[in-house]
């Protein structure tokens, strides 16, 4: 018994394709869109994740600021340039001083300088030279940063510290981030 067999024809197979053709070309014209908003997002994101990787390595110093194992002489923290940098001393080593030797330094700086933030190791001043940068000033610009205390009566004393940066050569608003510590030790 033959069985009919029966297919498209030409004309349904060129139908199918000019309209499978129309559909791929409409689609296609969204891909560039969706590209630069995936790039824009994903940039958008690293951004973010910067900041806030700063954010926690200065608040992580804050809240062992002032700590010492023993009898430590100074200030376990000091704001300057109206909240622009912050030096924090503890004694990591559990020797009980603040260390100031150059293999051993218990002191760290975080300042706001030309656009990058920067960091030194025995920081004794917001002022001169031998700060390294912590932001790459070819690829973020800091806009912010900003330390202050907070007093409270009965607490230990918190801080809050403000970080906010632009992609270089992106028009969109800075993105700010707030992190807030509390000084245990201090």
Known sequence: MPLKQKGFSLTEVLIAMVISSILLLGTS???????????????????????????????????????????????????GRQGGCVIVQWDANGNGVWDVTAAENDS???????????????????????????????????????????????????????LSAIRKGERAIAYLARHVVTGFNL
Not at 148 to 157: L, N, Q, V, W, Y
């Open 29 to 79: 014209r969204f891909l560039p869109a969706m590209e630069k908003a995936v790039l824009s997002l994903s940039a958008k994101q690293a951004l973010e994740e910067e900041i806030w990787q700063r954010l926690f390595a200065v608040g992580k110093q804050i809240q062992r600021a002032g700590f010492c194992a023993g009898n430590c002489q100074g200030q376990g923290l000091v704001i």
């Open 108 to 162: 760290t700086g975080f300042r706001l300088e030309s656009g990058s933030l920067e960091l030194q190791r025995g920081a004794t001043s917001c002022e001169g030279k031998g700060w390294e940068k912590l932001t790459d000033p070819e690829r973020l610009i800091v806009q912010t940063f900003v330390v202050s205390k907070r007093e409270r009566a009965g607490f230990a004393p918190e801080f809050s510290i403000e």
